[in-house]
């Protein structure tokens, strides 16, 4: 009797701790439009269907690429203006970062260096 009111006791608190993770964990994905604003710590893209997104940026992020993943670039390489796809989650606190950013044309083929 004991053992089956502490596997009961168990499962009860165990359910308390997996849902909060399971719940405020949403999958990544990614969107793709025309930066709008790009600053130290966030960057902001208006999408195909005129909806402005927010996602944040981490110090030192190191993440942005050409459209077809050769060829890296630094933070300060994207302005108002170019058509990027971000890759993003919004695991923390339910806020969307970037994970991965890459820099494209408007007809939505890579954009080559000079």
Same mark, same amino acid.
């Given at each position: 009797?004991?053992k089956l009111s502490l596997l009961m006791l168990a499962m009860f608190l165990?359910?308390? /701790?997996?849902?909060?993770?399971?719940?405020?964990?949403?999958?990544?994905?990614?969107?793709? %439009?025309?930066?709008?604003?790009?600053? !130290?710590?966030s960057i902001k893209i208006t999408d195909g269907t005129g909806k402005q /997104?927010?996602?944040?940026?981490?110090?030192?992020? !190191?993440?942005?690429?050409? %459209? !077809?993943?050769?060829?890296?670039?630094?933070?300060?390489?994207?302005?108002?203006?170019?058509?990027?796809?971000?890759?993003? !989650?919004?695991?923390? /606190?339910?806020?969307?970062?970037?994970?991965?950013?890459? /820099?494209?044309?408007?007809?939505?083929?890579?954009?080559?260096?000079?």
């Open positions: 009797m004991k165990g359910s308390f /701790l997996v849902a909060p993770a399971s719940a405020g964990t949403v999958g990544s994905a990614n969107v793709s %439009g025309i930066v709008s604003h790009v600053s !130290d710590n /997104l927010s996602f944040l940026i981490v110090p030192k992020f !190191d993440q942005v690429f050409s %459209g !077809d993943g050769k060829t890296t670039y630094q933070m300060r390489a994207i302005h108002a203006g170019q058509y990027v796809k971000v890759y993003y !989650d919004q695991k923390f /606190l339910g806020q969307r970062h970037a994970d991965r950013i890459l /820099l494209m044309r408007q007809n939505n083929s890579v954009r080559r260096t000079e």
